[in-house]
């Protein structure tokens, strides 16, 4: 279904940190997750996928993890610098369809 | 790779005005585009599907008379909001994909009705 708040959780880290971002999904049917970064009046950056068959897959300073059992997703990010700061979402896909569903959103703020 | 224009990136106008928003994929053709809306501090919500040459499909609650989408091509997606009243402000997002891989997003039009 479709996931709306009012307010975004937010996570503040230092710079040079590790951050890491979670994410709840709803359906265990789904197959498919992407996480995108969104900064400030502009559209959803696409980070990095990973389907249902694998756990884990690691991107330049990005890692996604996939627990299926509890249907959770997390975004881990090495040495977090400023240009971090954004708005992140993790999404999600059901098997045979192309329709993504998005979580709630997370802020990540990194301190100087 | 994979960019995807959208335009006009901000408009405002008067109630009742019908407004016109283009979603163009500059270095690839889309098997889809979607459209999607967006309040503050919110997530994205999908407003329709829509495939090339053929009708969108809407979600639940998305008024098909009011949000007119045209598909006339892999790389052009169009979303007409017809007499827009204050209540249609928002941000409007489109992507647009290839099939099996992930949605490419532009970077949204900020609607502002008076």
């Known amino acids: 279904g479709e996931s709306v708040g009012l307010h975004l959780p937010t996570l503040s880290v230092q710079e040079g940190d590790n951050s890491i971002i979670n994410c709840a999904y709803s359906?265990?049917?789904?197959?498919?997750f992407i996480w995108y970064k969104q900064e400030s009046g502009k559209g959803p950056q696409f980070i990095i996928d990973?389907?249902?068959?694998?756990d884990k897959r690691q991107g330049q300073r990005v890692t996604v993890l996939l627990n299926k059992t509890v249907k959770h997703l997390s975004l881990q990010i090495a040495a977090t610098q400023p240009g971090d700061s954004a708005v992140y979402f993790c999404?999600?896909?059901?098997?045979?369809?192309?329709?993504?569903?998005f979580g709630t959103g997370t802020q990540l703020k990194v301190e100087l | 790779g994979a960019v995807v224009s959208q335009h006009p990136s901000w408009v405002i106008c008067k109630s009742g005005t019908s407004v016109k928003i283009e979603c163009r994929s500059l270095?690839?053709?889309?098997?889809?585009m979607f459209w999607y809306r967006q309040f503050p501090k919110q997530s994205l919500m999908l407003m329709a599907t829509?495939?090339?040459?053929?009708?969108?499909?809407?979600e639940q609650g998305v008024e098909k008379d009011k949000f007119l989408i045209n598909h006339a091509s892999l790389t052009l997606s169009t979303l007409t909001v017809t007499s827009a009243h204050p209540e249609d402000s928002s941000f409007y997002i489109c992507?647009?994909?290839?099939?099996?891989?992930?949605?490419?997003f532009g970077d949204g039009t900020r609607l502002s009705i008076l």
């Open positions: 999404a999600e896909q059901t098997g045979g369809g192309n329709k993504l569903t």
């Open positions: 270095d690839f053709q889309a098997t889809t």
């Open positions: 990973i389907r249902s068959n694998m």
């Open positions: 992507s647009a994909q290839v099939i099996n891989q992930p949605q490419h």
């Open positions: 359906n265990s049917a789904s197959d498919y």
């Open positions: 829509s495939n090339e040459g053929s009708k969108a499909t809407y």
